[in-house]
């Protein structure tokens, strides 16, 4: 239950979960008739955006939040798969703004950030780990951004891809 996360986010202790791709037709109401499925709620909001709204449900318990992402994440609400995950505060995420990127290509739908990060975290200076998701469809776009503390790393790593072909 990595999915998308921030790096050496500890899920240990969370009991809320993030809810994205949720399609315009969806009510709180309902939001919550399906997730109260999982557990019991302290409880559940959710966000209105023009194409795709998001929410947040917050349980009693680890293990209710848990069981919400194992069973409802990819489910389809009028057709459109929702993304259910660990929510976390921003603040529990490096600020990467000043940070080098390198653009990663070619993924396979079933990167995450998580999948990405741990490729290249081998290197001290790999901060964090972005797939690009597409908002309509919740799916991957096959690419992704790999943050570094330092400008050295992406441009060994850029050698090293021109040079050998980084597979």
């Not at 955006?49 to 947040?56: A, I, L, N, R, V």
């Not at 259910?84 to 950030?113: C, K, M």
């Not at 597409?134 to 503390?149: I, K, W, Y």
């Amino acid at each position: 239950m990595s999915g998308n996360l921030p790096p050496g986010f500890d899920s240990s202790t969370c009991r809320s979960v993030y809810v994205g791709n949720i399609h315009p037709q969806v009510t709180d109401s309902l939001l919550q008739e399906l997730f109260a499925g999982a557990g019991a709620l302290e409880g559940c909001k959710l966000i209105r955006k023009e194409k795709s709204s998001y929410g947040f449900v917050d349980y009693y318990d680890r293990s209710s939040a848990a069981f919400a992402i194992v069973t409802l994440n990819g489910r389809n609400l009028f057709g459109q798969p929702i993304k259910v995950n660990w929510a976390y505060a921003r603040s529990q995420r490096e600020d990467t703004s000043g940070h080098f990127n390198i653009f990663v290509g070619d993924l396979s739908p079933e990167v995450t950030d998580a999948t990405l990060y741990a490729c290249f975290s081998a290197y001290p200076s790999c901060s964090d780990a972005r797939v690009m998701w597409d908002q309509q469809t919740g799916r991957s776009r096959g690419f992704g951004f790999v943050s570094f503390r330092n400008q050295q790393m992406p441009k060994v790593l850029l050698m090293i891809s021109l040079g050998s072909g980084l597979k």
